[in-house]
């Protein structure tokens, strides 16, 4: 498989990006949304169903899932690229880990993807420094005891994607609600920050072509002003064994320009204040993750 390191121009002709919707959703599919993507479900702060899975189980879920992505060779080819994008000179200092709305990791076979795939990206990469982690859902406690036992600070506070940073940082944040990531952009909205800011999450500029920009600048000001100076993207190949998990997800930086330097953006949003923008799925795709 070829990957597409691609540099995102300026303005494309408006179009149905594959799998991005703006429209509301029927209720069912709302909670499967929900549950399956993370942030919203922190208006909840009871678990929809028990967790009777116990550590040793469930970390061997997860090194099942690992184990397969460590030895998918799209996988490797794609983090051999991000290794040579974060050994840029700007980033030879060691790497921090962010991770926002993976979700119930217990409940969840996307959940238990993405966590598995950062876990293969920090070992091949091998720079990472800390890896913090964040979840409105409420962990239950084998979930926190099998994070830190992967090496996870987990976060007691929910940051609303506001944290600042002054070092080279991956906020990993696989189908998080848009507001959320322009929290992380209106928090380091300075050269120096957004010269360090590296982001797994939806392809930004896929809403810049796919909402007005009166919408998307009430929305997520921040995404607006870098989709128009550009966004360097390299798309995550899609995982059969669980498409969902991963599509429509790229690992991102923001071109550093002049042009960022001398706008002037008001507060920013909270995370909860937007609707969720549902990633679905390419119809041609079945959605349904392979068990173990």
């Known amino acids: 498989m070829t990957f597409n390191y691609k540099s995102i121009p ?3 002709p408006r179009r149905k990006a594959r799998g991005l919707s703006d429209t509301t959703l029927d209720e069912q599919e709302t909670s499967e949304c929900l549950d399956d993507i993370g942030f919203e479900v922190a208006k909840s ?7 009777e899975k116990n550590m ?3 970390m061997k879920i997860i090194d099942d899932k690992v184990s397969t992505l460590a030895t998918w060779n799209s996988c490797t080819d794609f983090s051999d690229r991000i ?33 598995a795939l950062i876990l293969v990206l920090s070992r091949r990469i091998k720079k990472m420094r ?3 982690y964040y979840d409105p859902v409420l962990l239950s406690e084998v979930e926190s005891n099998v994070l830190v036992s992967f090496g996870f600070k987990i976060l007691d506070v929910n940051e609303e994607g506001r944290r600042k ?15 959320l990531y322009d929290n992380v952009l209106n928090a380091n909205w300075n050269g120096s920050s957004l010269r360090h800011l590296y982001i797994f999450g939806n392809l930004l500029t896929n809403y810049y072509e796919n909402m007005s920009d009166s919408k998307l600048a009430a929305k997520a000001p921040h995404v607006l002003e870098v989709s128009k100076v550009g966004v360097d993207a ?10 969902r998990a991963f599509n429509d997800t790229s690992f991102q930086q923001v071109r550093r320009s002049e042009e960022l330097s001398g706008i002037t953006i008001s507060a920013g949003l909270r995370a909860d204040d937007t609707e969720l923008i549902h990633v679905e ?7 349904k993750c392979k068990t173990l």
């Not at 940073?165 to 507001?179: G, N």
Request: with cysteine; hydrophobic share 35%.
């Open 10 to 12: 300026v303005r494309k």
């Open 45 to 51: 702060t009871t678990k929809s169903s028990p967790k």
């Open 56 to 58: 040793e189980q469930l």
């Open 83 to 115: 290794k040579d994008k974060l050994a840029a000179p700007e980033s030879q200092n060691s790497i921090d880990i962010v991770c926002y709305g993976i979700g119930s990791i217990a409940d969840s076979i996307l959940s238990q993807w993405q966590l």
């Open 130 to 132: 800390d890896m913090f």
């Open 165 to 179: 940073i002054d070092k080279p940082t991956l906020f990993y944040m696989p189908h998080c609600p848009l507001a």
């Open 234 to 243: 390299l798309d995550f190949p899609t995982l059969e064994d669980c498409p």
């Open 281 to 287: 799925n390419d119809a041609t795709v079945d959605i």
